[in-house]
């Protein structure tokens, strides 16, 4: 077995894209160690099939409920402890693939936020902002989007609500979207959370330290990765059975695919400069509301003071985005 000689933190490798991320990750880059955050302790038979379906052993598990503060904050200690007596090597990347969406916006996470909005965007904020001093260059770190953030029929066939952007503090507060208690409510959360995420991306991209790099990645429709388990039967039966016929088109990717597109994302040729949005394989412009300065200082603010954490480090006003976009 290679020896690693870097570590990557990957969340949301349990199912579907992550799954097939995760193995293909340590199928392409023998000397990686992939630590994979788990909410269920007893881990051993989920990292011995990734050991098996990848051939590579350097992988462990870090247990978090990534709907806890507290948990994450304990998850990263124990990470920052490994990182520095040397039982893990240099971490050189952070992957938050993990997303939630639910038939609602009045889930309660443990610490009273929308759960939807916990888990999509804080728990990145926190995690990264934990971990920040530990990212040896060159590092990289890809959050998961998705294009619902688009709001149009072209991107998500109506399936998924365009998002309803309000003011952070209201994001992040359950029962305050409009008819908090429905599905359209659950869903909106859900593609306004992936909006989130891409300010996230520019907002790190002015912030983070030379040889540091971040991308927002979008796997596009991909039927079959579990995130409608929470819907009602004619939307799983949909998604179950219908969607995936689309993969044999364009419109759609399987969760293999989607993986291995993640997968290069996160190890292989950079595609473009830090805070670049990587649909597939490409490099492409996100939305245009997703360029919007006043949000993102506004997201990256109200997250830091929600979490507790110290002022950060104050945005450069040079960095452009690639793809022809200039910062607003």
Do not use: C
Request: proline letters at 6%; hydrophobic letters at 45%; a neutral charge.
């Amino acid at each position: 077995m290679t020896q690693a000689t870097r570590t990557i933190v990957m969340t949301g490798a349990t199912r579907g894209i992550g799954r097939f991320a995760a193995i293909r990750m340590l199928r392409d880059a023998p000397d990686l160690h992939l630590v994979i955050v788990l909410r269920d302790r007893d881990h051993r038979a989920f990292l011995d099939g990734i050991t098996t379906a990848s051939g590579n052993r350097n992988v462990s598990a870090v247990t978090a409920d990534l709907a806890s503060l507290a948990s994450i904050r304990a998850a990263t200690a124990t990470l920052r402890a490994q990182l520095g007596d040397g039982e893990l090597p240099p971490l050189h990347g952070f992957v938050g693939n993990a997303g939630l969406q639910f038939l609602n916006a009045t889930q309660v996470s443990v610490d009273g936020f929308e759960q939807t909005f916990a888990v999509n965007v804080l728990a990145n904020h926190l995690i990264i902002q934990e971990l920040m001093d530990d990212f040896v260059p060159p590092a990289r770190i890809v959050l998961t989007t998705s294009d619902t953030h688009f709001g149009d029929f072209a991107h998500n066939m109506g399936m998924v609500p365009a998002p309803a952007w309000r003011p952070v503090d209201q994001l992040a507060r359950p029962g305050t979207a409009d008819h908090a208690d429905s599905a359209t409510a659950g869903r909106t959360a859900y593609s306004t959370s992936k909006l989130a995420v891409i300010y996230q991306v520019h907002a790190l991209a002015r912030r983070l330290p030379a040889g540091v790099s971040v991308y927002a990645y979008n796997p596009g429709l991909v039927p079959g990765t579990g995130l409608q388990r929470d819907a009602g039967p004619f939307t799983r039966f949909v998604f179950g059975a219908i969607m995936p016929l689309m993969t044999i088109t364009p419109m759609a990717s399987r969760p293999e695919t989607a993986g291995a597109n993640l997968a290069a994302a996160v190890i292989g040729p950079v595609l473009g400069e830090s805070g670049t949005y990587i649909s597939g394989r490409r490099a492409e412009r996100s939305s245009d509301e997703s360029y919007d300065r006043a949000r993102e200082a506004e997201i990256w603010a109200t997250a830091d003071r929600l979490l507790g954490i110290g002022a950060g480090t104050p945005a450069g006003d040079t960095h452009s985005f690639p793809v022809g976009v200039a910062a607003e």
